[in-house]
């Protein structure tokens, strides 16, 4: 299985501007001098050489990830990242028909439905969508999002079959030859988590949740939802001091506990999401760097990897 995400950005879409891409090019540039750099290869050798947020961009979009292995397509989340990736299979596809869709929400808040408009696949005849998730709510907040105060164009005037099923987070489903399970968790207005689990791999997605003092119990439901997974998609919005003290109750949780719950749970790739929107490249680069380090401070013989989420990320399950 991979997980391949398409937004990462959590509560509104990040703005790039052209002064932070200025001050990107200043440092590029000074750290080509006197590099020699006259060939296709080495100019491309140097751009892997250099540090990930001058070379790339941790991203814009709100959260979309693309669960790849299962026998159709499945997403979680309709964020902005939604209409990368419906582009991406129009151009790749020739213009995609008679494809099925598995889209899983984490919950019904703007910044994980407001991409569902742009969608491609969703106006072209043929194809099928289908909406779950945990709240009665589902298909109402849709039409209402698309409703002709708030956009031009309805839900029913999109040309693909829509619906929407509820599940229930006390069973598992069997959806596109996927073990599905769900889970609610703490977040204002509810939220829910899924485990995918294919050919013996498994992978946790889990924004939007935050985790109090109970995390520390020993019996805590989240770390056996999470247990063994390959990968853990995880909300790390906020620092650790933030999300106890000053954002408390507001839904997110940190790096540092995602570290904690990871390891407890023996995930093997642990991966921070739904990024600080006022963050830029830097600020999340030395983020990454700081969780890290608290990994190994933490957890020396941990063999567990740390990723932060960006838009264009793939991870495989099948590590070495």
Same mark, same amino acid.
Not at 128 to 147: D, M, W
Not at 273 to 299: C, I, K, M, P, W
């Given at each position: 299985?991979?997980?391949?995400?398409?937004?990462?950005?959590?509560?509104?879409?990040?703005?790039?501007?052209?002064?932070?891409?200025?001050?990107?090019? @200043?440092?590029?540039?000074?750290?080509?001098?006197?590099?020699?750099?006259?060939?296709?290869?080495?100019?491309?050798?140097?751009?892997?050489?250099?540090?990930?947020?001058?070379?790339?961009?941790?991203?814009?979009?709100?959260? =979309?990830?693309?669960?790849?292995?299962?026998?159709?397509?499945?997403? =979680?989340?309709?964020?902005?990242?939604?209409?990368?990736?419906?582009?991406?299979?129009?151009?790749?596809?020739?213009?995609?028909?008679?494809?099925?869709?598995?889209?899983?929400?984490?919950?019904?808040?703007?910044?994980?439905?407001?991409?569902?408009?742009?969608?491609?696949?969703? +106006?072209?005849?043929?194809?099928?969508?289908?909406?779950?998730?945990?709240?009665?709510?589902?298909?109402?907040?849709?039409?209402?999002?698309?409703?002709?105060?708030?956009?031009?164009?309805?839900?029913?005037?999109?040309?693909?079959?829509?619906?929407?099923?509820?599940?229930?987070?006390?069973?598992?489903?069997?959806?596109?030859?996927?073990?599905?399970?769900?889970?609610?968790?703490?977040?204002?207005?509810?939220?829910?988590?899924? @485990?995918? $689990?294919?050919?013996?791999?498994?992978?946790?997605?889990? $924004?939007?949740?935050?985790?109090?003092?109970?995390?520390?119990?020993?019996?805590?439901?989240?770390?056996?939802?999470?247990?063994? %997974?390959?990968?853990?998609?995880?909300? %790390?919005?906020?620092?650790?001091?933030? %999300?106890? +003290?000053?954002?408390?109750?507001?839904?997110?949780?940190?790096?540092?506990?995602?570290?904690?719950?990871?390891?407890? %749970?023996?995930?093997?790739?642990?991966?921070?999401?739904?990024?600080?929107?006022?963050?830029?490249?830097?600020?999340?680069?030395?983020?990454?760097?700081?969780?890290?380090?608290?990994?190994?401070?933490?957890?020396?013989?941990?063999?567990?990897?740390?990723?932060?989420?960006?838009?264009?990320?793939?991870?495989?399950?099948?590590?070495?």
């Amino acid at each position: 299985m991979k997980a391949f995400f398409w937004g990462t950005r959590g509560s509104l879409p990040a703005s790039f501007l052209s002064g932070q891409i200025r001050l990107k090019l @200043r440092h590029v540039l000074r750290l080509a001098q006197n590099q020699g750099l006259k060939t296709q290869e080495a100019i491309d050798s140097f751009i892997d050489r250099l540090p990930f947020p001058l070379q790339g961009t941790y991203g814009t979009n709100t959260s =979309c990830v693309e669960i790849q292995g299962g026998d159709e397509t499945i997403i =979680c989340d309709a964020g902005t990242g939604i209409r990368d990736f419906g582009q991406a299979l129009m151009k790749e596809s020739g213009g995609l028909s008679g494809h099925v869709f598995h889209l899983f929400l984490s919950h019904l808040h703007w910044d994980h439905i407001q991409g569902f408009p742009f969608f491609t696949p969703a +106006y072209v005849p043929g194809n099928r969508i289908i909406v779950y998730g945990g709240h009665e709510e589902l298909k109402s907040v849709f039409e209402t999002q698309q409703s002709m105060l708030s956009f031009p164009v309805s839900l029913e005037s999109m040309a693909a079959d829509i619906t929407f099923q509820i599940l229930n987070p006390d069973r598992s489903y069997e959806i596109a030859g996927v073990d599905v399970r769900m889970m609610a968790q703490k977040h204002p207005g509810s939220s829910f988590g899924y @485990r995918f $689990t294919h050919a013996g791999k498994t992978i946790v997605y889990s $924004t939007d949740s935050e985790h109090g003092n109970d995390c520390y119990d020993p019996d805590y439901p989240f770390t056996e939802f999470s247990r063994d %997974a390959d990968i853990l998609i995880f909300d %790390a919005q906020y620092h650790h001091g933030d %999300a106890i +003290y000053t954002k408390e109750n507001w839904g997110h949780s940190s790096n540092l506990i995602g570290v904690e719950l990871a390891v407890r %749970a023996n995930v093997r790739q642990l991966v921070l999401f739904h990024n600080e929107h006022t963050a830029d490249d830097v600020a999340l680069e030395n983020y990454l760097q700081g969780t890290r380090q608290y990994l190994y401070h933490h957890s020396p013989d941990s063999r567990m990897d740390v990723h932060l989420a960006y838009d264009g990320l793939c991870l495989s399950t099948d590590l070495p």
